[in-house]
């Protein structure tokens, strides 16, 4: 059973900084890739960026391409997002999303609340 749990959210200025962390049960972290996505008010989950199984792989969207950097501890079994030159158009609830046996987004975290202020 893979439990996902995010952390770090919060309210922030715009042009600053958060770090998201998902902390990971049950998963194998070289097997199966894990993702970020996000949900603004009213607006559809959107993928933010993910970072493949063996690690050698990342990709973003557009919209956050050179500001966010998804990174891993396998040690820790915790996954990051680093977002950096944050928006007010980034506040949204960022979910932690992990990969399952069919390599389809499978699980997910509980999800945590990020505001930018302008």
């Known amino acids: 059973q893979v439990q996902l749990v995010e952390s770090g959210g919060g309210l922030v200025q715009a042009g600053g900084s958060l770090r998201l962390s998902c902390a990971a049960s049950?998963?194998?972290?070289?097997?199966?890739?894990m993702g970020w996505f996000r949900q603004a008010p009213g607006k559809e989950r959107e993928f933010v960026g993910d970072?493949?199984?063996?690690?050698?792989?990342?990709s973003y969207a557009d919209s956050v391409k050179g500001r966010f950097t998804v990174s891993r501890d396998i040690i820790k079994n915790a996954v990051y997002l680093q977002m950096n030159s944050l928006k007010p158009e980034d506040t949204a609830v960022y979910y932690c999303?992990?990969?399952?046996?069919?390599?389809?987004?499978?699980?997910w975290g509980q999800g945590t609340q990020v505001t930018v202020s302008s």
């Open positions: 970072m493949s199984g063996s690690g050698t792989r990342t």
């Open positions: 999303a992990a990969e399952g046996a069919n390599y389809q987004w499978t699980y």
């Open positions: 049950g998963r194998i972290f070289s097997e199966y890739g």
